[in-house]
């Protein structure tokens, strides 16, 4: 991908409500899309991926993520939100095919905080 | 347990003074990398490396040397640190370069002054 963009710097919510954190990616080639989680002071954790199939995946946590090919979009979506929810997330593609096939580009990330 | 282990996880140092930060993998991944995480920015890629003796440079490479003598080992020279290097920093490792997943390092909080 050449870029992908997270809409939202933060996102803040309230225990138990639903949660959609945004994505979007721009590429000349097809990709494959994942979303991670970064709990403070720790590394990034897998929460779901995107290679090809159903657009409709989902992944731990009860996170799920959807794949629009004509909004180039990837949206993560959670439909009750705990606490323990509260995290940077962060999209990230890489390109599957072309010269730059294998790389990974990262969003800015998208801080989401829980309140109870 | 498969990690990525990065050492150290602080460090504080002066500006032109060399370090050396280590990654291991347990994994026998062919694919390892370095990103730096600022905020506002995301992760970038510094330098990832393909297999043994296989390296080539990211989008951030400047400042920072890398070498891949072993399999499991990935290690970021900084020849002469300066501030604008004051980042978190992780190693990443993967089964092969494409649609795997990328198993993450804990972290190192480098510091310049």
């Known amino acids: 991908a050449q870029s992908v963009t997270q809409l939202d710097s933060q996102v803040p919510v309230f225990e138990e409500a639903p949660v959609e954190l945004r994505c979007n990616y721009s590429?000349?080639?097809?990709?494959?899309l994942f979303w991670y989680v970064q709990y403070p002071n720790q590394g990034l954790q897998l929460l779901l991926k995107?290679?090809?199939?159903?657009?409709l995946v989902k992944g731990i946590n009860g996170f799920e993520a959807e794949f629009n090919k004509s909004q180039t979009s990837f949206h993560l979506r959670k439909p009750s939100v705990h606490i323990s929810d509260t995290a940077e997330y962060f999209c990230a593609a890489i390109n599957a095919g072309g010269t730059s096939y294998g790389k990974l580009t990262f969003g800015q990330g998208t801080i989401l905080t829980v309140h109870p | 347990e498969a990690q990525v282990t990065q050492n150290p996880r602080y460090l504080i140092t002066v500006t032109g003074k060399k370090l050396t930060v280590t990654c291991s993998q347990n994994?026998?991944?062919?694919?390892m990398s370095w990103y730096r995480q600022d905020p506002g920015l995301g992760l970038r890629q510094i330098y990832y490396s393909m297999n043994v003796e296989v390296t080539d440079k990211g989008d951030v490479p400047e400042g920072y040397k890398v070498s891949r003598k072993e399999k499991r080992n990935f290690p970021l020279i900084l020849e002469s640190p300066s501030p604008n290097q004051t980042s978190l920093y992780f190693c990443?490792?993967?089964?092969?370069?494409?649609?795997?997943?990328?198993?993450f390092g804990q972290g190192t909080r480098l510091t310049v002054v």
């Open positions: 994994m026998n991944h062919e694919y």
């Open positions: 995107y290679l090809s199939g159903s657009t």
């Open positions: 990443a490792s993967s089964l092969s370069q494409g649609r795997t997943e990328a198993f």
């Open positions: 590429s000349s080639v097809s990709v494959y």
